[in-house]
């Protein structure tokens, strides 16, 4: 089993509609969790990060987490073409809580 | 605004050869971390530094890489001799840690490497 697993997609959603990407990781004391953007041919983007079991909403980006299942989610809304891109969920596995793990990405694709 | 800087952006080199591979991190971060990326592993950790000290470099082959932070400006990844199989963007990212609480990491550009 991987430690952090990801639907490779890719997610077609046509604009204005919410996009929703999911994760599951394996290490029940991970404590800390992230969401990365990475557009083709650059470098991953942090763009959410969240803690505790519960929503965490940053303008158009809402993550959750449960702690319980092992599952964190990132849910787009009004999700615009220049969201398309790959979504990384990174998870710190370690003890130090430093250590981040990533899943190997969704590709999400917004229709006009 | 502050960012990770790497170099080279891309080399391209033959089988055999020695590469090295620099980052500058954020001024002010005190740990480095090295990722590589391939379409079939995604990424992956290599190694990483706190404080200058390596804390832990299992995800690297031992035998041809090799990773130093000569001064807090300054990571570098050597690969020697390089392979085929090395091919891939090799990334930098750095952050602060040590509190205990993980605020998340920022990227360098990356180094796209081509072995032939």
């Known amino acids: 089993q991987k430690e952090v697993e990801q639907n490779s997609g890719p997610l077609s959603v046509p604009e204005g509609a919410i996009a929703s990407l999911n994760c599951t990781y394996s290490?029940?004391?991970?404590?800390?969790f992230f969401w990365y953007r990475q557009y083709s041919g650059k470098s991953p983007e942090l763009i959410m990060s969240?803690?505790?079991?519960g929503d965490k909403e940053d303008g158009r980006f809402t993550a959750q987490l449960n702690k319980a299942s092992q599952y964190v989610s990132l849910l787009i809304r009004d999700s615009q073409p220049s969201d398309s891109a790959t979504y990384l969920c990174?998870?710190?596995?370690?003890?130090?809580?430093?250590?981040?793990?990533f899943g190997t990405g969704t590709r999400l694709t917004i229709i006009p | 605004d502050a960012r990770v800087t790497q170099t080279p952006r891309h080399k391209v080199t033959e089988m055999g050869q020695e590469v090295t591979m620099r980052c500058q991190p954020i001024?002010?971060?005190?740990?480095v971390f090295w990722y590589r990326q391939t379409m079939m592993q995604g990424l992956e950790l290599l190694a990483y530094?706190?404080?200058?000290?390596?804390?832990?470099d299992s995800g690297m082959p031992k035998d041809r890489f090799s990773a130093e932070m000569p001064d807090a400006t300054l990571a570098t990844l050597k690969i020697q001799p390089s392979e085929p199989r090395d091919s891939a963007v090799y990334f930098c990212?750095?952050?602060?840690?040590?509190?205990?609480?993980?605020?998340?990491?920022?990227f360098g550009s990356g180094t796209r490497l081509t072995v032939v």
């Open positions: 990174a998870v710190a596995i370690n003890f130090g809580n430093e250590k981040l793990t």
């Open positions: 990212a750095s952050g602060f840690t040590g509190t205990g609480f993980n605020y998340g990491y920022t």
């Open positions: 530094f706190r404080n200058r000290a390596p804390l832990d």
């Open positions: 001024l002010g971060h005190n740990t």
């Open positions: 969240i803690y505790s079991n």
């Open positions: 290490d029940r004391v991970s404590q800390s």
